[in-house]
């Protein structure tokens, strides 16, 4: 429907600069691919809590020191402050952390009605799209974190969402995608047996 839009939303977590002693070697030819230090210095952490349109594409997202109601709230109102008045109904998909329905969280939902939630089955995250784009952004961004501190991370991880904003798409969900997630699922349980 056009008057509605859905998002997937969550929070990754811990997401730390880890500062390298020594500078990273780029790869070469018949070594290893790249030689990275493995002491670094903490340096704090952050958490992005993002929300993905699973129409569009587009990611919404904020940084913060902290993961409570209170920072989950000001993601919801990044939404309603970027989202027009024609798209009447908004429906949020995440899991079910108390974070997500806290009393705080829920006296805000009851003030701004045009938001409804939906939670995934407890060890589903697999359900939540935001997931998929997180995969993304580890492995395209912080697959090997060497940021000088929390605000150059901050700037390099807005910056991707930036980035990712200009080219944005949907995830094709297909039965056959669907089928295969749920095969794995079947594979590792059975391999836990």
């Not at 952490?45 to 000001?74: H, M, P, S, W, Y």
């Not at 006296?107 to 995969?135: A, D, G, I, Y």
């Not at 910056?159 to 949907?170: K, L, Q, S």
């Amino acid at each position: 429907m056009k008057h509605e839009r859905v998002l997937s939303l969550d929070e990754k977590t811990s997401l730390q600069p880890r500062t390298r002693s020594a500078a990273t070697r780029p790869p070469q030819p018949g070594l290893v691919p790249a030689r990275l230090e493995h002491e670094y210095t903490r340096k704090g952490a952050l958490n992005l809590f993002a929300a993905f349109d699973t129409r569009t594409g587009e990611v919404t997202g904020i940084l913060r020191r902290r993961k409570r109601q209170v920072e989950f709230i000001e993601l919801l109102e990044e939404i309603e402050r970027t989202t027009p008045a024609k798209i009447t109904v908004i429906h949020l998909i995440c899991d079910n952390v108390s974070v997500h329905h806290g009393k705080m969280v829920r006296t805000w939902l009851e003030k701004h009605p045009r938001f409804h939630m939906h939670f995934t089955p407890v060890h589903c995250s697999w359900m939540n799209q935001v997931e998929q784009w997180f995969s993304i952004l580890q492995r395209k961004r912080i697959v090997a974190p060497n940021f000088q501190d929390l605000a150059d991370l901050e700037v390099k991880i807005k910056a991707f969402i930036v980035e990712w904003n200009e080219v944005a798409h949907p995830f094709n969900w297909t039965r056959e995608s669907f089928r295969k997630v749920l095969a794995k699922v079947d594979a590792a349980i059975e391999a836990a047996a």
